[in-house]
């Protein structure tokens, strides 16, 4: 898995998008960069991946760089319900590894 | 689609007592899945991988002898924490790779809560 590193903490208004980035610099060619996130007590949740292209579904939207050494998800427009931890991930094979994730806080 | 039940979803047991847990694909065959770990306000740990019809492989530090997995089926894996102690009180989460799935994605179950006291 490629080393991927989020801040630890963010807060966002209720309403605002909410951009959480990633930094994955050791990141290969054929490594796909996932997100999940976490709501308190219960099992990691898949939102979205990618590979090289900007992707978006129904919740977030994911840019990668053009260098793929970093990529943000983006929640358009937050609600207290997006409160939780996100983790973003790029695994080498079918083996995840978690890092610390992004601590998000969606206030009223 | 793609979901991933455990049972239970929360044991209080003694110390020294075994627990096993169950991890079920409902709706896909699962050619792999994973356990892994979570500590209060910590990150998942990946504790190992299991393949259907084969042993599992643990990640370091991971006794395989206090944690017996088996993945007898497409659909089903167990985890079982043998003469259990405190310390091993923990959130326990399994996850599933679908069947013939070109990417990565893991599908999670809930998780069980597992306090020994």
């Known amino acids: 898995d490629a080393k991927t590193t989020q801040p630890t903490s963010m807060d966002c208004a209720e309403g605002r998008a909410a951009n959480l980035p990633c930094n994955h610099s050791?990141?290969?060619?054929?490594?796909?960069v996932y997100w999940y996130r976490q709501i308190h007590s219960q099992g990691p949740q898949y939102i979205i991946h990618?590979?090289?292209n900007n992707e978006t579904n129904e919740m977030a939207s994911l840019i990668i760089t053009e260098d793929r050494k970093s990529s943000t998800l983006i929640l358009p427009h937050a609600t207290l319900r997006d409160t939780a931890v996100y983790y973003c991930i790029a695994p080498l094979n079918y083996k995840y590894i978690f890092g610390t994730g992004t601590r998000l806080k969606v206030l009223a | 689609g793609a979901v991933v039940s455990q049972h239970p979803s929360w044991v209080i047991c003694k110390s020294g007592t075994s627990v096993k847990i169950e991890c079920r694909s409902l709706d896909f065959q699962a050619t792999t899945m994973f356990w892994y770990r979570q500590f209060p306000k910590q990150s998942l740990m990946l504790m190992a991988t299991s393949n259907e019809g084969s042993k599992a492989t643990y990640e370091q530090g991971v006794e395989k002898d206090k944690f017996l997995i088996n993945h007898a089926s497409l659909t089903l894996s167990t985890l079982t924490v043998t003469s259990a102690h405190p310390e091993d009180s923990s959130f326990y989460i399994c996850s599933a790779n679908r069947a013939g799935q070109a990417t990565y994605e893991q599908y999670f179950g809930p998780g069980t809560r597992l306090t020994v006291t």
């Open positions: 990618g590979l090289k």
């Open positions: 050791t990141i290969s060619g054929n490594e796909y």
